[in-house]
């Protein structure tokens, strides 16, 4: 098998290590209780096996193709959005999400009405770019008993934390978040 | 972390155990080789760690949610289709697929296009339904490097193997396989 260049893999590692020191943890939805960690570490790759933590945590999730966007959303989110990294975001959060049954009963077409004509999830997204960097990680189809379906990590600057949290009210406020049977929601500061 | 009911994940292990008598091995695209097997076993269960045959392969795929089916056309299927493991159906094949980076680079709506409305994907299976029954499973997402996107598993009687022939022809003949840069098809009878 040859080695891909791009990595697609990502495995967080809540624990006592790493760059991200954790200023909150709330369980929003849901009663699984993540054990408390003070860091996280964020690591890249699918031949790193990460040691677990004596008492934290691993989540893994792998970037994928976009299951809902469209041509006209995607050259509108790839013209304003900005990458992971930027020196002045030194805020993030990584919120942990799974979805019920009844959302993956739904057919395709159904699942993108919620999501955008009900919800505009893709459209409430765009007004905080490039504030807001993020990306997606799916777990549900890396194995069978993942503990969430996906994790999704945010980088933005200390002075755009009322922004974040507004845009995540106005998607906890939307119909596709009916579907949300777990949720925890954690915040970082890099060090 | 509970365990669910309904298994999503399966093995395919060609070696030389096993139900199922490898007929034979064609190699349509690509220049990956696997390694002559007699015989397929197909374990399901994440819990199951298969031994890798001496000389051999282990494939590997979990069942997901729908991507491209709309409510009317899963209603249509739902109707038509059998399940697998039916008496008569002795004769199966796997068909191994990948994609190319320019199939995943599309946008969900440009997928759909080409699957359904260029090339009838979904209208052409249910044509040979109930005879031939299905089972897709996803690699993608499973790690970063497997070797095939998708595992296709079918079931049909003896009776009906010029009626799948002539299912895969149209479905070869497609839009949709323009983006195929890997496919190996592994005809096999139960003993």
Same mark, same amino acid.
């Given at each position: 098998?040859?080695?891909?260049?791009?990595?697609?893999?990502?495995?967080?590692?809540?624990?006592?290590?790493?760059?991200?020191?954790?200023?909150?943890?709330?369980?929003?939805?849901?009663?699984?209780?993540?054990?408390?960690?003070?860091?996280?570490?964020?690591?890249?790759?699918?031949?790193?096996?990460?040691?677990?933590?004596?008492?934290?945590?691993?989540?893994?999730?792998?970037?994928?193709?976009? +299951?809902? $966007? %469209?041509? =006209?959303?995607?050259?509108?989110?790839?013209?304003?959005? !900005?990458? /992971?990294?930027?020196? *002045?975001?030194?805020?993030?959060?990584?919120?942990?999400?799974?979805?019920?049954?009844?959302?993956?009963?739904?057919?395709?077409?159904?699942? +993108?009405? $919620? %999501?955008? =004509?009900?919800?505009?999830?893709?459209?409430?997204?765009? !007004?905080? /770019?490039?504030?807001? *960097?993020?990306?997606?990680?799916?777990?549900?189809?890396?194995?069978?008993?993942?503990?969430?379906?996906?994790?999704?990590?945010?980088?933005?600057?200390?002075?755009?934390?009322?922004?974040?949290?507004?845009?995540?009210?106005?998607?906890?406020?939307?119909?596709?978040?009916?579907?949300?049977?777990?949720?925890?929601?954690?915040?970082?500061?890099?060090?």
């Amino acid at each position: 098998m040859d080695i891909k260049m791009n990595t697609r893999l990502f495995a967080f590692i809540g624990g006592d290590v790493g760059p991200w020191c954790v200023t909150e943890t709330i369980t929003l939805t849901g009663d699984l209780l993540l054990p408390e960690v003070t860091r996280v570490d964020v690591i890249a790759g699918s031949n790193l096996q990460p040691e677990y933590p004596a008492e934290g945590w691993v989540l893994r999730g792998v970037t994928s193709n976009e +299951r809902y $966007v %469209i041509r =006209e959303e995607k050259t509108a989110l790839v013209a304003k959005q !900005q990458g /992971l990294g930027r020196p *002045a975001a030194t805020s993030a959060a990584l919120i942990l999400i799974r979805k019920n049954a009844d959302w993956w009963a739904l057919t395709q077409d159904e699942r +993108r009405h $919620v %999501i955008e =004509e009900q919800s505009k999830h893709i459209h409430i997204g765009l !007004q905080y /770019l490039p504030a807001i *960097a993020r990306r997606l990680h799916h777990c549900r189809d890396l194995s069978e008993n993942e503990p969430f379906d996906f994790l999704t990590w945010f980088e933005f600057s200390p002075a755009h934390k009322a922004d974040f949290n507004n845009l995540l009210a106005e998607l906890r406020a939307s119909e596709e978040w009916k579907y949300v049977d777990r949720e925890i929601d954690i915040r970082l500061m890099r060090e």
